[in-house]
């Protein structure tokens, strides 16, 4: 038999072998306390994974990726050191599935290894699969998997896609922010908040968040402010919606420059959110004025914004001084966003209960006085 012939038997094999039950790669046999049998497994998806006909999408199927990171704990070294090598060769690949590991936090379990393991072998190919996971290409197409992740057919209960753009054009718009992602999983851990609501999005970026609340509340208008910046923000919820008629029938995209423009429904919304939409001193006024004559009298504003940011303690006062807002800011659970090195502030914003609106509704957003403090309007 030729060597061509082998090689093409040995790909279909390769192929049977893992649409087949999952035979070599079943999670029951990386669950198991059977060293050896976990080792023959690691070794056969080794060999697939090296085969350049093998076709990722079966093993994204196989639903395998939970089993594998639990084997990151695993007490035998050469377990460990095994698996962190077919970690690297599968990043490597910069395949879907690097999107997937991703949104199992595969970033933060690799790196609790690289911070505890000693030995030189696992930490260089921690560090390398790190590094593969890290990599975010400008213009590439980010997808995002949220929520429970099914072992039986590799999907999420969620997935987002977003158009990522580069620095040059939009500037911090550019990429899906893990802040945003983390945000993203709070929205969706907190239906009863979106559910039925009127949304307002402010500085929505590539739009994650938005697309969230779209799959749960009435509508949400999705903002930011360049042509650029908005047209992609259009392009995300069209490619999205393809998937979803509830982001479909949701998520509308408007221009919205809060240093300039009318606000779109004044005191209208009854959630207003905006993720790292605090980072610039110079624009934080300008935010808590769009948030004050947006919001209905009994709305919230919810946000997060790693505490490195410039510009929160001046949104703070102008937020509680300036516009009578009771601010609550909490330490985001690092649980929402555990890649990031930052810590991360959650943002709960309430008009305070003695404003009362001087006029039901106004088409002016120029007024921002529309609701005064109770007691002043009493004298
Ligand atoms: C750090 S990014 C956050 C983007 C997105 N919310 C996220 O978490 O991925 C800040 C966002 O604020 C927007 N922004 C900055 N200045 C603005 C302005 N004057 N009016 C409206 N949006 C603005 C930017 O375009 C950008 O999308």
Redesign the pocket.
Known sequence: MSQKRLQEISNQISKIAISNNHSIITKEVLRSNDKDAIHKALDKLNNWINNPNSDIKQLEQTGIFIAMLELLNNEDIEIVRHIVLIFKLLTLKDTILNEILRSLDAVHKLELLLESSYDPMVLEDTATAIECLRRCTPYSIRRVGLGQYNENNGQFQWTLDLQQLHYKD????W???D??IG?TRWILENPQIFEGKEVL??????G??GLAAGLLCQSVLM????PK?VSTLRENVKMNSVRSKLIRDACKVAP????KDKVPKPFHYQVII????V??VN?VE??ANVIHQSLTPDGVFYGTAATIRRGIPEFIKCMEDKFEFEVKVTDFPKRFVPDTNFDTYFFECRKRKNQIPLASSSSSSDDSNQYLDQSSAQQ
């Open positions: 939009v500037g911090v718009a990429r899906v922010w802040a945003g945000f999005e402010l500085g929505a970026g590539l994650i968040a903002t930011d402010y360049t910046i919205l420059d809060w240093t905006g993720t790292e939409v980072y610039d624009l300008h935010l």
